[in-house]
């Protein structure tokens, strides 16, 4: 059972109702907002402002009108608490006018703000791209801690911050600063307050932070009644976003040039060594107290979303851990549920629990650790991933156990909030519940694997549900069709991979910049890492039929075929002996699914010689040659 099971839910985020503007005498609050700004997007219109400062503002009041003369009606029942707002009424074309006002105690309103307004247009898929990672950025920007920069552990928790969201979160920073939302000066400076912050006044435990770090003062926030020391694997998803930050920063002016000095200081200070426990330890341990030690007792083990954990661990200049942690502690020397190799709904996986567990598995460690074209023993961890999310939306598909909603376009299951609290969410219930809850995390994030299916489901998400699943910060942790339940919450750890592996499908640029770091190619030699010679399709399935070369090949007695479908089908697949005769049919009209499949041939009493393997489906065949070899 994992550790983010132990969580417990802020909640109490504001609801968004329509409601006209009072007809009394209003009660001026003297802070009036400033700076209020209007952009167009598809179907809605986002505004942001300035905060007064030293105020006792306890939120702002939103007034709307289709005219810039009025009458304007109040959007917000309640005082919406952050300067931001997102307002999504599935429309293009549409021109408003908005004006806001600050609340203070009492509901007591301010004069009203400067007027705005702004259009909504219809956008291209790739803009409609840029515009849900800009919506997300604002999370880590605009929502961040205003004394450390931190990202806030979810929306509501106050002074709790998530050391691993901020790592996502300063992932989240480059791009923004790469697409335009912020200028690179502001980033930066954003991105040396939190690492100053880090260092400075976070309590570290032999160089790891904690889970949750108070984000006034650094202290440590107990997540559970022994964990209040360090955590390991939240570590690594932070050092993960400092190794990122150190390769692109790169300016000789006095900022950049601290954010890299600093970065790699805290990375080296990381004692992964230590939390192997003992001297001789085989596995890394995810949390060490200093009032209860090693009570947590818990071992990292994959197949999980701790590998990153390990890669570091084994990469680390200064506190390196032996390769064999990795295969022992981490691999468990390919025993279940690290080695897999069944098949389901016609796909492949190498690697973890069967149907693959909760999403985020495929996705925490590889937002930096570039997974493509390369394997270590085990497998391609870029394929594995690609298909664990087809099995998760073959699974939707297939809709088991009869949930509202699950389809092709709606899928994706993953740790989130749901609505009895806070669960990971996985396909028959194998390492989390299936409960009806589709997190949009799950597929957005997997979009460098299955990039038709997850743009299908965020237009899905975005078109069809956007009233009620989009919010100031993007899509709203969740939803469940079952219960006519949409979250009100966002979580760090959600809201992070949707930006960053965005951004890695669009120009693999966080991915590009984490490998560039000089201590990674050592380490996955280190590790057996090897180039797999596969040309990496950032994981779309082929708009045609494809066969690959067999492999071994030449081969004796025993050979796999692996190929790839366009589309759900039935095929076959024959073998042939240079006189063109059939020596033997895998498969007979057989019905696979979509993407990467494989196929083992054994050769029985055939003879050396060359032979021929055709795969043929409705539309098209192919046919290639092998060579058998007694």
């Not at 709606?410 to 219930?429: E, F, K, R």
Request: glycine share 10%; with cysteine.
């Amino acid at each position: 059972m994992q550790k983010w099971l132990l969580l417990l839910t802020f909640l109490g985020a504001f609801d968004i109702a329509f409601a006209q503007a009072p007809n009394l005498v209003r009660r001026e609050h003297s802070d009036i907002p400033a700076g209020l700004s209007a952009a167009g997007h598809d179907s809605r219109i986002d505004l942001a402002w300035n905060v007064p400062g030293d105020s006792d503002v306890e939120g702002f009041f939103i007034y709307r009108s289709e005219s810039q003369n009025g009458p304007f009606a109040r959007l917000n029942a309640a005082p919406h608490p952050d300067p931001v707002y997102s307002d999504f009424f599935g429309r293009n074309n549409q021109t408003y006018y908005y004006y806001l006002t600050a609340v203070g105690a009492n509901l007591n309103e301010s004069a009203p703000s400067d007027t705005a307004a702004a259009t909504s247009h219809a956008m291209s898929t790739e803009e409609l791209l840029t515009s849900v990672q800009e919506a997300t950025f604002r999370y880590f920007y605009d929502y961040g801690h205003p004394v450390s920069g931190m990202a806030r552990e979810r929306l509501n928790s106050g002074d709790v911050c998530a050391s691993g969201g901020t790592g996502f979160g300063l992932m989240a920073l480059i791009a923004g600063a790469e697409r335009g939302f912020v200028a690179r000066q502001a980033a930066a400076a954003r991105t040396l307050k939190i690492i100053r912050f880090l260092q400075n006044n976070a309590i570290r435990y032999h160089g790891a932070w904690a889970h949750w770090i108070n984000g006034s003062t650094g202290q440590t926030i107990p997540f559970s009644q022994y964990d209040n020391g360090g955590d390991l694997v939240e570590t690594s998803y932070l050092v993960q976003g400092l190794l990122t930050v150190r390769q692109y920063y790169t300016g000789s002016d006095s900022v950049e040039t601290e954010i890299r000095a600093r970065a790699t200081q805290l990375w080296e200070e990381v004692e992964w060594d230590w939390y192997r426990r003992y001297l001789n330890g085989t596995s890394l341990y995810w949390h060490w107290s200093p009032n209860y030690g090693w009570q947590m007792n818990m071992q990292i083990r994959g197949y999980n979303e701790a590998m990153i954990v390990y890669l570091l661990a084994v990469a680390s200049p200064t506190h390196p851990v032996p390769p064999s942690c990795y295969h022992i502690g981490w691999a468990r020397t390919g025993a279940y549920p690290y080695l897999n190799g069944k098949t389901f709904y016609g796909f492949t996986q190498w690697v973890g629990p069967d149907y693959g567990g909760p999403l985020f598995f495929t996705h925490y460690s590889f937002l930096g650790f570039d997974p493509r074209d390369k394997a270590d023993g085990y497998t391609n961890y870029f394929d594995n991933s690609r298909n664990i999310a087809l099995i998760h939306h073959a699974y939707s598909i297939d809709n088991p156990l009869g949930h509202s909603g699950y389809d092709s376009l709606c899928w994706g299951l993953t740790a989130s909030d749901d609505p009895w609290g806070y669960s990971a969410h996985a396909p028959y219930n194998i390492w989390g519940v299936d409960n009806g809850t589709i997190t949009p995390s799950a597929a957005l994030s997997s979009m460098p694997y299955t990039p038709d299916e997850s743009i299908a489901a965020m237009e899905y998400f975005y078109y069809t549900l956007g009233a009620s699943l989009w919010g100031q910060y993007g899509f709203k942790d969740a939803f469940n069709l079952n219960q006519n339940w949409f979250a009100g919450s966002y979580i760090a750890i959600d809201q992070g991979p949707i930006i960053v592996m965005i951004e890695n499908y669009r120009s693999q640029l966080l991915w590009n910049l984490f490998m560039s770091n000089p201590e990674i190619p050592g380490m996955m030699a280190a590790l057996g890492f090897s180039s797999t010679g596969i040309d990496p399709q950032e994981g779309s399935i082929p708009g045609r039929l494809e066969l690959q070369q067999n492999y071994p090949n030449p081969f004796n007695g025993e050979t796999v075929i692996r190929f790839r479908l366009p589309k759900s089908g039935k095929i076959t697949l024959e073998i042939f002996n240079t006189l063109g005769q059939k020596v033997q049919q895998i498969y007979g009209e057989k019905f696979l699914a979509a993407g990467e499949q494989e196929a083992r041939f054994t050769a029985g009493n055939l003879p050396s010689g060359i032979y021929y393997y055709r795969l043929r489906s409705r539309e098209s065949a192919i046919t290639r040659k092998m060579l058998l070899l007694r």
